[in-house]
Structure formats: structure tokens, C-alpha cells
């Protein structure tokens, strides 16, 4: 027995040592990019996963890195003088099967983008490109032709936008608009092209050499790459594990460099005491929606009929609203949460900078919020004046809150944000609301039914610009969750969109988020945050202000 | 026993076509659907893609074209893996799970039968109670924590084993234990106490007295007829463990199948979640045969044509 237990022994440390020796892993980048993405295709894309593999492996009209807007195929741009048309000169470059790659190839691109038939995820994003015809032909309401997108000649793309737009330029660092090769993507239909490192064609940093289900993919260098001199990382061994434990294990393993997140456990441990964790700011906000017309007719009404029957519900008095909001101790959550979390006073995050370069969340404030107990006093003879406005007596109030139901999707981050709120909630304003969680899918359906009091909110914006996130709440947007119909604020964001002065168009949005924050029909609670664990031999890595990491001018040093 | 063979294959595929009945109308009366989305869809998009994959066709239109692709094995386009057929995800994970839960399953009845012989055998003594022991704590430690605590110590701290995956062939011991944990105690402790049971039969006591040896009385007579309750467990286990777990395959990080259960569900991807029932129910009735076919091959006393039972 003894003697089979020593075999068995040196048999795994035999086996174990030719699995770690043998190979150069020189340059070599060993990543974890989290779940499997659905797809691989840019213009398929919808998920923050299948992004860090595309920003990756292609490369569009610019690169933003570390908030920085670097040319990319284009070399140069111009804006015309009334801020309408944008042209861009594009360099000489090749894709990776070693064909030209022209203006054509954007036209294509962009056009299959739109296209209702392609089903991309991430079409509405047309609405606020502001491009000529753009939104009509991916609602099915215009045609190919009428979208203003030209190729003056091989290396020139014109863009005609229908007013100017200061984030255009900056936004075509977006996955969504890096150019497809035609002849690829016809070879594998629903973007199984992306996958197939046959057919697979790519204009960027790294191609496809393997991709297996569920499991992981490889890239290797592209030497057409038109920066290729400046790709320090021949391969890329990427996995999919989607077990922030197990991706952890592998990190302190030594198998991996780089991986997305961490188990929560770990966070405020690896903030103290780790030189390889990062914390960065995310464009978007943790909020709850108050249902502002419950009976759904698209009116903020009444509270309760003459007979005292539900109209709209308790939460179109703004004052209760407001009493609700103030009596939320958002540093103790963040802090409890403990992942570099920012309290919100707005809804827009930080990271935005206005026309004088300041940022927007600083000069926006709080609206007479603070981030700790500080409201609470306030909150309380709010809370009173609310229930006199609504007919009640403050007891009367109480019950009435005690029959509303606090909803969240079901997950224990989630639970443990919902619990705090109920907690202070009951400490400072004396009733205790109803917790009530739905699976994922289910609540995403009630929500946008508004079968619901209160309920939890998130968005995570995809572009430079504060109107990205505020333009949710305009009446006739579909997410407008909490029901909040503001005609002033629905003026001051169009005001915003048609501005063709850069300080107008920031002027009218601060204005909006003021006059948001006045009728408070959300709650927001925190900004987001990303975190990232990296390994020192991984150098020059590098990430957008919207998420995607970017290896393209990262080298490898393992001493 | 062609004639019973035949019966029972017409049942298990009239049952098949029940549980997938059940389960396409269950799934379609959840809230949600595949494109159900954090940032809604265009309407325009939502109409292509539904369009796209019939979903825009009355239900019962849609039933109908599943079973006659079922029929075919045909189990359709997932909707959220852009561009692979359910096919592709079986063909592609099925093998990996299968493999990891062949391997359990044959080292479950291989090493827990045996423990269970011997600690039956040696009823009550120092074996008996470190075997009883360990079987009492694999049944209560969940496998999620035995997963944990393998890669903690055999990959984390000692480094024998990799952190992750099975590109490396020693990836296959820590799933192969986490999955085996449960029901390799669970079988040691079910044929410790048929054994017991059988033994203090009569016919044991007969044997034993007409002089027979000890080994021909405990494998030939005893261990048989102690062996009936124990295939009953195995059958559907084999089922349940090579179809993949969710648990184990996400710890290990293994491309296997076990994901698709949960994922298929959490995303509404109505084909995968239907191709996974279909696939584990398909499995769990050719074991539930196998085990009836069994029966009869141990105790002849029991008859197929389930006429003198």
C-alpha cells in the first residue's frame, strides 16, 4: 500500500512538473476574461466580455486608452465648421488575410451594424451617434441609402450627423463600430465567423487562432496590424472561468496574469494590501426607481382617488420622495460594500468632463445632499409635511409605507444594499418596507411593466457624455422605470442635444440633472466601480474610460 | 424479452415526449424570454429576431416544428451562443462531462461497494467506524466545499494539482472527487446495511450451516441479493453525474455540459434548456432500463414481463 501510494506520488509530481516546464512563456499573456461571450462579432456584441476580446482584436476608426483618443485606422479627422460633418482620413492598412482595407469597408460595416436583419444588440446606440438616417434604418423606418455614411474615395469616410455631436469622435473607439470584413462574415452566418479561426479575419492587435466552447481561445500577434511595431505580446492564452474563486485560486496559483474580478470576500483586503489591484471608476450608477403612475396611463396623478382608492400610489408626493432619499447613509453602504464605491448625489457619475474641463460630478454637487446621516433631521420634518400634503398623519403614512414593497433581482449583493435601506429607513423615518426579490429575467419584466413600489435600478453608460445616462429618464424612453414624466426636463435634454456651443449643451444638462434631482424619482445610492487583479510582469496594459481593457501596446516581463 | 424490451422503449420515448411537452409550456409561461435585455431592444430588432427563430409563429406551431426536430435530432439554435446549434453545445461539452462523471461513477461503485462489503463484514470494529465516519462526511459536506478545499490546498498552497481546467490531465482528480464525495459515501453506507440485512437471512444461515465457505456464502448468495437495493441508487446516479454538474464544472472551471442547466434557464434560452432536459431524462430512463435488466439478472426470481414478481 505504501509503495502504491509512493508511485501514485511521484507519478503526479512527474506529471506536474512537464506540465509546468517545457513551454517559453516569455510572451506570453495568460488572461481570464470571465464567462464565454455569446459572440465575438463587433457589430453582434452586446456584452462587456466579447468587447475586451474585440477591442482587442480590432481596431476602428480611433482608440481611446486610459480616456486618451489615439488615431487608429483613422490617421487624422476634421469636423466641419457647423459641427455636422465629420471626415475622417484613414491610413493605408491591411486586414489580416493581407487585403487592403478601405472606406468601403466602414460603409459595410456600419450599414450591417444598422441593419434590422443583423438583430445587433447594441443598435440603439445609432439614436445617439446622431448619424444621418441612422435610427430610421435600425427601427425599419428608413432605408440603407438615406444613411449618411459615404466613402469619398478608398482611404476617406464621411459622416453627415444631424447636429453637431462632441462625443462623436471619441465614441468610435466603441466595439460597435470597428469594421467587419465582408467576405468573412458572409463564411460563418450569426458572427460564427468570429469564432472560426479559418475564416476569421481582423484589422487589429491580435487574431483568432483557437476558440473552444466554454473553455477558452487564443490569439496570436497580427503582423498586418498597421501598429504592430508597438505589440509587445506574440500570444494571448484566454480562459472562461466564470468563478471569480477559481479565476482568484489561479491568479495566486501563478496560471494566470490577469484577471477581471475577485471574490467580494476579498476586495477590502486586496484595496489594504495588494500593489496589483486595481479600482477604477465605472460610468454608471446603483439607484432605486420610486413608481411614480402606478395605473399606468402616463400621467403623474393624484395619489389616491376621492374615495381613497390607489391612483398613482404615495410616490408622486416629492416630498416623501425626497425624505426617503435623505434618509439613505450612503458612505456606511459604500463603505460596507467596500470595493472603492462613490456615494451618488446625481446620477451622473464622475468622469465626464465639461466645456471648461471640469468634471461634471463636481461641479453638479450633491442637490443639498451629503453622503453620511447628515440629511436625517431634514428627512424627518420632510417626511411630515409629506404626510400632511398626502391627507395622512404621519402614523397613517407609516402604515401605508409598511404595505410598499422594495424589489431587487435576486442576487446577495443586491439583498445586502435593500437591507441596509430598510434599516435606516425603519431608524430614522419608523417604518420598515417590505423586501421582496425576483429572478433576473422575471424582474426585468415587472420592472419594465411597473408592477412595482420601489425598485432597484442600474446603468452603465456607453459613451462620453452626461445626456447618456439622463436621457433614460426622458418620458418616452423605455427605460424611464420610475414612470417620471417632466416636460421642462424633457426640453432641457433636447435643449442639450440640439446645442451646438459646447457650453450650452453643459449648461442644459446641469440644468436637467438639477431639475431631476429636485423631483427626486429615483434614489441614488453609489457609482459603480471595476477592479482588476494584475500581475506586475504584465506591462503597459491599459483600459478605456468605458471598460475595455486594451493589450495592444502591452509587453510581458517575467524577470 | 425482445417482446418487453420493445414495450419498455415505447414507454420511455411516449415519456420522453411527455417531459418535453411539459417542459416547452412551462418555459414559455415564465416572465422573460431570450431577449429580454438590461438596455431593452428596438422593437424592429426584437420582430427580427423573433422572425428569425419562429418565435413569432403560434405556440402550438412552434411546438410542433420542436417535436418534429426532436424527432430528428435536430435541438435547434441556442439563442444566446450566437450561431451554435444545441447540438453543437452537446457535442461539444457532453464528452468532457461525460468522461469526468465515467470516471466517478466507475470509482463510486468500485471503491464504495467494496467499503461497504468490508465494513459489513467487520461490523462494529475500528474499520467499520472510520469507513461509517467517512461516509457520514461525505454525505453531509457539499460537494461545492470538498471543490473548494481541493483547490485551496492541492492547487493553492501545494501546487500539485492545476488551479484550473483539465488541459493538464491531473485537472481530472479534483472534479472527479468533488463529484464522486456524495454518492461514493452514500453507496458504501447502502451496502453496508443490505449486507447486514442479507446476512441475518435465513437462506445465509442455511448456507453457512450446510457447510459452505465463507467466501463462496458472502459473494455467491449474500453480496447479490445486498447488491438490488444499491443498483436502484446507481442507475439514476450514473445519469444525474454524467450529464455534468453545475456545481463542479464551474469550481473547476471544465467545459463540460453541467453550466447549460443553469445558464439555459437564467438566460431563457428556451432550445438549450430544452435540449438538456431532453438529453438528461433520454439518460435517466436507459438507466432506470438497465436497472430493471439488472434485477433479473440477479434474482432470477424477479420477471421481466413483471408477471411473478
Known sequence: MKKLLLVVVSLMLVLGLSACGGKDEGDVLRWNIGADPATLDPGLNGASDGGNVINNTHEGLVREINGEVLPG?????????????VTFNLRESNWSDGSALTADDFVYSWLRAMDPATASEYSWIWHYTNVVGAEDYVNGDGTAAEVGITAVDSYTFQVELIQPTNYFVSLMAFYHFMPVKESAVDAGADGTWAKDPDVYVSNGAFVLEEYKLGEGLTLVKNDEYWNADEVGIDTIEAKFIDDASTAYASYQSGDLDFIPSVPTDEVAVLIAESNEFYVFPL????????????????????????????????????????????????EAITEALGAGQVPAGGFVPPGFLDDDGNDFFETAGMYGMVVDDGNFDEAVTLFEEAATELGMTVSELITALEGETLLYNTSEGHQFVAEKVQE??????GFTINLANEEWAVFQDT?????????????LTDFMDPSGLLSIFESSNAYNDPNYYNDTFDQLLADATAATDESVHFDKLYEAQEEFMNDMPIIPVYHYTDTMLVSDVVVNWGRSVLGSVDFTRTSIDRG | ?????????????????????????????????????????????????????????????????????????????????????????????????????????????????????????????????????????????????????????????????????????????????????????????????????????????????????????????????????????????????????????????????????VQGVTNRDYTVIMGMTVLYSAFYIFMILLVDLAYSWIDPRIRLEGGAR
Open chain 1, 73 to 85: 485606422i483613422a490617421e487624422s479627422w476634421d469636423v466641419s465648421a457647423d459641427g455636422k460633418t
Open chain 1, 424 to 429: 435606516q429607513w425603519a431608524n430614522n423615518l
Open chain 2, 1 to 261: 424479452m425482445a417482446k418487453y424490451l420493445i414495450k419498455r422503449v415505447l414507454t420511455a420515448l411516449f415519456t420522453l415526449l411527455v417531459i418535453a411537452t411539459i417542459t416547452f409550456f412551462l418555459l414559455r409561461a415564465i416572465p422573460g424570454g431570450p431577449f429580454t435585455r438590461e438596455k431593452p431592444l428596438p422593437d424592429a430588432i426584437i420582430r427580427a429576431l423573433n422572425e428569425k427563430y419562429n418565435l413569432d409563429e403560434p405556440l402550438f406551431i412552434q411546438y410542433l416544428s420542436y417535436i418534429k426536430g426532436l424527432l430528428t435530432f435536430d435541438l435547434g439554435p441556442s439563442y444566446r451562443i450566437l450561431g451554435y446549434t444545441v447540438n453543437d453545445i452537446i457535442i461539444s461539452g457532453f464528452p468532457t462531462s461525460a468522461l469526468i462523471g465515467g470516471i466517478a461513477s466507475l470509482l463510486i461503485v468500485v471503491i464504495g461497494i467494496p467499503l461497504g462489503i468490508v465494513s459489513a463484514l467487520k461490523q462494529n470494529s475500528p474499520v467499520d467506524y472510520m469507513v461509517m465516519f467517512m461516509a457520514t462526511l461525505g454525505v453531509t459536506v457539499p460537494n461545492f466545499i470538498i471543490a473548494t478545499l481541493i483547490i485551496y490546498i492541492f492547487s493553492t498552497q501545494l501546487g500539485w494539482l492545476p488551479s484550473n481546467g483539465i488541459s493538464n490531465p491531473l485537472g481530472y482528480i479534483g472534479p472527479v472527487i468533488a463529484l464522486m464525495g456524495y454518492s461514493l459515501s452514500f453507496v458504501s453506507r447502502l451496502t453496508r446495511s443490505s449486507m447486514l440485512e442479507v446476512l441475518r437471512q435465513d437462506y445465509v444461515r442455511t448456507a453457512r450451516a450446510n457447510g459452505i465457505s465463507e467466501r463462496k456464502v458472502i459473494f455467491k448468495h449474500a453480496l447479490k441479493n445486498a447488491l438490488i437495493p444499491v443498483i436502484t441508487y446507481v442507475g439514476p446516479m450514473v445519469a444525474a453525474i454524467l450529464t455534468g454538474s453545475f456545481v463542479v464544472e464551474k469550481i473547476f472551471a471544465i467545459p463540460g455540459i453541467g453550466r447549460y442547466f
Open chain 1, 447 to 459: 420592472r419594465s411593466a411597473g408592477n412595482f413600489d420601489i425598485a432597484r435600478g442600474g446603468w
Open chain 1, 283 to 330: 460610468l454608471g450608477t446603483y439607484y432605486y426607481s420610486f413608481n411614480m403612475d402606478k395605473d399606468g396611463n402616463g400621467v403623474n396623478g393624484d395619489a389616491f382617488d376621492t374615495n381613497g382608492d390607489e391612483v398613482d400610489g404615495l410616490f408622486v408626493n416629492q416630498k416623501l420622495r425626497t425624505a426617503l432619499s435623505y434618509s439613505i447613509n450612503r
